[in-house]
């Protein structure tokens, strides 16, 4: 079992910037991917970012492409969201999730793990 806790969250004036972290803890080595992603009131949960953990190759949604850079660090199980550039429609929960065997994909059911989120609200 893997368990993921998300931290960094707040509020933010358009414009600013926020890093988000992601702790895992528990069975860490075989996990393959982790991923961002965020869910606004009334929408869908979608994604925002992802990274194979085993080499580090990283992706994006188109919306926040130059904007969000999502990165690790191994020796802390950790993983992070850099967001700048912020603006109102980045407002959301922002949840962490990963999997042993998936990614590349902004489908949601296929990972098994998942944090409880953190709430990031941007004001214009």
């Known amino acids: 079992q893997v368990q993921l806790v998300e931290s960094g969250g707040g509020s933010v004036q358009a414009g600013g910037s926020l890093r988000l972290s992601c702790a895992a803890s528990g069975y860490t080595y075989g996990l393959y991917c982790m991923v961002w992603f965020r869910q606004a009131p009334g929408k869908e949960r979608e994604g925002v970012a992802g990274i194979y953990s085993r080499y580090g190759t990283t992706y994006y949604a188109d919306s926040v492409k130059g904007r969000f850079t999502i990165s690790q660090d191994n020796a802390k199980n950790t993983l992070y969201l850099q967001m700048t550039s912020l603006k109102a429609e980045d407002t959301a929960m922002y949840y962490c999730?990963?999997?042993?065997?998936?990614?590349?994909?902004?489908?949601?059911?296929?990972?098994?793990?998942w944090g409880l989120g953190t709430q990031v609200t941007v004001s214009s």
């Open positions: 999730a990963a999997d042993q065997s998936r990614c590349g994909t902004w489908f949601a059911g296929n990972y098994n793990y």
